[in-house]
């Protein structure tokens, strides 16, 4: 299985087809308005506590500039340190290859069983199908992704991979389901909170103390020290770290930072960002293998799988900033209307947007860049300052490019556009095109309105009302009003800033004031 194949959920429909079925289920909308409405406040108050807010953004952002610039440097400086301090590191092209190393690495130590900390590296790349195919399985330990798991689901959100299901819904899946993974929930399991998850924590503390093998993202990495670095809230990631004979972390090779230090500035960002929180619960950092303490063996894979492709493109790169925060997912509006499997992939969201396509290839996920408003929420949010709304603009470019280029006869889009340019290219065209319209659409217009469009323009005006055009253009009325003045709206403006330049180097030269 490619590494495009797995970041793709296959059969997944489009974007339009998937947010359709979305936007029709009552509970979901309702589930995802809640939750990301009280993520999406705490953060604000949060990062309204540093007054230093926006310069930590800029810090961040400048340290992924400079790290995307110079990656090969820092991950061969990764390598060296993380061997030095008794680890081993591999490299993984794709997918597949990557697969087969963590495979490989679980069958050399007998076991045939690991326990997992939430990775969206290993949803990428599909590691458990992968895992359960060579005999080996894989438990989630991460709460929410347990309720994925049991519920044979899939993620839809990065932060809270289960945001889209109730608590009256966990409780059904952890009734019906912890038992064939494990411990059965208790029988009188109420949906309380507390309740859920300490049936959860029972169900999961004999797999912890058991389990001889662990598999881990990571969500940074310092190119100096070796030290990768887990966030998380619940603590079962540090069990997962610490209790485990061997540790096999998988970690997209866009995660690593220059030094130890830059994890001053993102920690301060990540927590705030994502759960609303000054900082994590637990912050888990290792470096290599220490005798007598942690895991004994530690091998660190380095994932590709299309990054590098992405870094060619200049534009595109600076969605390899990411650090997985799900800040843009919190306040776009598309997203809370249509949750996270609408996107068809594990990256959903604005992020989802932008990243996916360039992993996968814009011809494979072509809808995906047209899954936004373009409001622009996901950059003031972004803690590393993407510029999301940029990205997605010239991915929508890249889409229609190679749909064009697929086709023998050009689309009606395309023949619109056309039209339009010559339209638009001299005053008189545009004038004869405005009256023109005007009066054809008083033609067929019901009440003022005009009714579904024909062709391509049915999917906008089906939804909308379409006004009527005006009957008089801006350019009409003023010449109409306007009769002993000859220049169109703006000019005079324009021909007044002129003249207040040209008085000001009058003056200036006057004045005989040489300074610049």
Known sequence: MSGADNVIWLGAP?????????LADTRLRTNLRRATGTIRDKRLAMAAE????????????AVKRRTLRHLDHFLLRLEEAVTAA?????????AA?????????????????????????????????A???????????????????LGRDRPSHILVPAIHRGRSEVREIFLREMGAWGRPAPEELTDDPRDLAEAARLHLREKF????????????????????????SEGNGRMCLTLPETLITVMGIEKVLPSFADLDVFLQLLPRSSTGERMNPYTSLWTGVTEGDGPQDFHLVLLDNGRTATLADEVGRQALSCIRCSACLNVCPVYERTGGHAYGSVYPGPIGAVLTPQLVGVEKAASLPFASTLCGACYDACPVKINIPEVLVHLRAEAVEAKRAARLLPTPEALAMKAAGAVLATPRRLAAAQRLAAFSARLVSRDGLIGVLPGPFAR??????????????????????????DTPPGSRRREAAAGDVTAVGRRKETSGDERP
């Open 14 to 22: 489009s974007f339009p087809d998937a947010a359709r079925t979305a």
């Open 50 to 61: 540093l007054d230093d807010w926006e310069d930590l953004r800029e810090t961040a952002a």
């Open 86 to 94: 008794g680890g081993t590191v591999h490299w993984a092209a794709d």
């Open 97 to 129: 290859e990557a697969n087969r190393i963590v495979t490989s690495l679980v069958k050399a130590t007998g076991e045939s069983e690991v326990v997992k900390v939430k990775s969206m590296a290993t949803q990428e790349i599909g590691l458990n199908e």
């Open 131 to 149: 895992l359960a195919d060579a005999g080996i399985r894989a438990y989630e330990t991460d709460l929410a992704e347990l309720i994925v798991q």
């Open 209 to 232: 103390l058991r389990a001889k093998v662990a598999v881990s993202g990571a969500n940074f990495a310092a190119a100096d020290t070796g030290t990768v670095v887990v966030v998380e």
């Open 460 to 485: 906008w005006s089906g939804t909308r009302d379409t006004p009527l055009p005006a009957r008089e253009s801006l350019r009409a009325w003023w010449r109409r009003t306007r009769a002993n003045n």
